[in-house]
Nanobody, 121 residues
Framework: QVQLVESGGGLVQAGGSLRLSCAAS????????MGWYRQAPGKQRELVAV???????NYADSAKGRFTISRDNAKNTVYLQMNSLKPEDTAVYYC???????????????WGQGTLVTVSS
């Protein structure tokens, strides 16, 4: 009914940059908060950054000063610009969104399939 499709992951050297994108599609009335989470091998999934529909942002301490989350409400798309990447940023990055569907009216929490980011030293 509603899908989140991520793109932009890949392999990058330490100190490099990547930009992740996540587009929501389907029977959407409104997209509320959107966020990025990541899960490294052997670790729990953790919040990286979140942005409300009004543009208020919040970051994990590990992301502050290096990552920037933004969104295009007209496209139901959220972005994560990642700069000064470190090997410890290596993880599968997941997009998350709170979505209000139009037909039928429902409030859903939706996850993307994940995109792998690998930072080499």
């Amino acid at each position: 009914q509603v899908q989140l499709v991520e793109s932009g992951g890949g392999l990058v050297q330490a100190g490099g940059s990547l930009r992740l994108s996540c587009a929501a599609s389907g029977s959407i009335f409104k997209v509320n908060a959107m966020g990025w989470y990541r899960q490294a091998p052997g670790k729990q999934r953790e919040l990286v950054a979140v942005i409300t529909s009004g543009g208020t942002t919040n970051y994990a301490d590990s992301a502050k000063g290096r990552f920037t989350i933004s969104r295009d409400n007209a496209k139901n798309t959220v972005y994560l610009q990642m700069n000064s990447l470190k090997p410890e940023d290596t993880a599968v990055y997941y997009c998350n969104a709170g979505v209000v569907t139009s037909t039928p009216y429902k409030i859903l929490e939706v996850w993307g399939q994940g995109t792998l980011v690998t930072v080499s030293s």
